[in-house]
Structure formats: C-alpha cells, structure tokens
C-alpha cells in the first residue's frame, strides 16, 4: 500500500465526514419524515370522523322525526298478536276458518307445520284444507291474503273434484284446495 499525499488524505477526510454526515441525516430525516406522514394521515383521518359526526348530529331531528312517524304507523299490527307458537298457530286457524266460512267454503282439515326461527321473527304455518267452487275459491284466498295480520299463502295446491255423473246437468264443480298460510309474530328477546 501506498502511503496518501496530504492533499489526498485532506480530501479524503473531508469526503468521508461528507458522507457520514450525510447518512447521520438520512438516518435522522427518514423515520421524523415518515412520522410526520403518519400523524397527517392520523390527522386527516380524524378530521374526517369528524365532518361524519357533525354531519350525523345535524341530521338528528330529521331521523327522530322519520322515527316518530314510523312509531305512529304501528308495524306490530301486521304480526300475530301471540308469541307462543300454539297461541300463534291458533290465531292463524281462527283467522283462517271464519274467512273460509264467511266466504261460503267447507273446512276439511287445518294442520300445524312446526315453526322457524329467523332472527327476531318466528314464522308460524297452518296447512289448511277446503272445499269451495271457484269464485268463492277466489274470495277466500283474496280475504287471507288481505287479511289482518298479514297472511301469507304458500304450497298452493287447486284439484277438480270428480264427482260428475253421467247425464247428470253441469253445475259449477267443487275444487279442493289446499295452502300453507303462514304468519310472523315477534320473538321476545333471550337476555
């Protein structure tokens, strides 16, 4: 090895201090620059949850007053009364059972279907079984399916029955039919 000039040693100092000062900024500018970005973003972020919440709380009057006037409309009218599923079931076959009589129908059978949990509903179903002509086949299923708590009709079954003689006169033929009518009611919340 050769030994360095002064010149050369000078330079080389002054080269070597350049680049140690030179990493001890970056060294100290990277993590203050990149902690500064995180506490922008942190900045900015809360800034925004902010324009959120006032954005929120201005609305407040309009939400309770959305609020009061769904209270007003009485959406537990539309479910069944009872929450227990007989009590609910019966309801379904009383309901069913005066609108098949009161239309001009003849009730052959009614049978419960076990119930199903969805949420905070509890769907109750009633299969019903008749017999009726076909304009009062029409008003009866048009009366429980307008009636009072909603009612829906499912498995939806309508056969001829074959009692037709021969050189008997054509009369209006009885029809047998045959639905599930199902009901909600609210299920009580477990605590």
């Known amino acids: 090895m050769r030994a360095l000039s002064k010149n050369q040693s000078r330079s080389l100092a002054i080269g070597l201090l350049i680049i ?4 001890g900024i ?3 500018f990277i993590p203050i620059n990149m902690l500064h970005r995180h506490y922008d973003q942190s900045l900015d972020s809360l800034a925004d949850y902010l324009g959120r919440y006032r954005h ?8 309770q007053l959305a609020l009061d006037q769904v209270k007003q409309k009485n959406g537990r009218q539309h479910f069944l009364r009872n ?3 007989a009590l609910a079931a019966s309801e379904i076959q ?15 059978s009614m049978q419960v279907v076990p119930f199903k949990d ?6 109750v179903t009633v299969n019903i079984q008749f017999i009726s002509s076909l ?10 399916e307008t009636a009072q708590p909603y009612l829906l009709l499912d498995n939806v079954s309508i056969r001829s029955q074959a009692n037709a003689l021969k050189g008997a006169p054509v009369t209006e033929p009885e029809l047998i039919a045959q639905f599930d009518a199902s009901g909600y009611t609210l299920v009580a919340d477990k605590k």
């Open 83 to 85: 929450t227990g599923v």
């Open 118 to 123: 969805d949420g905070g509903y509890r769907r």
């Open 135 to 144: 304009p009062t086949l029409r008003k009866i299923l048009y009366a429980v």
């Open 94 to 108: 009383e309901t069913v059972k005066s609108l098949i009589e009161v239309n001009g129908g003849k009730l052959v």
């Open 56 to 63: 929120v709380v201005a609305s407040h009057a309009e939400v």
């Open 26 to 28: 970056l060294l100290l």
């Open 20 to 23: 140690f000062l030179m990493i």
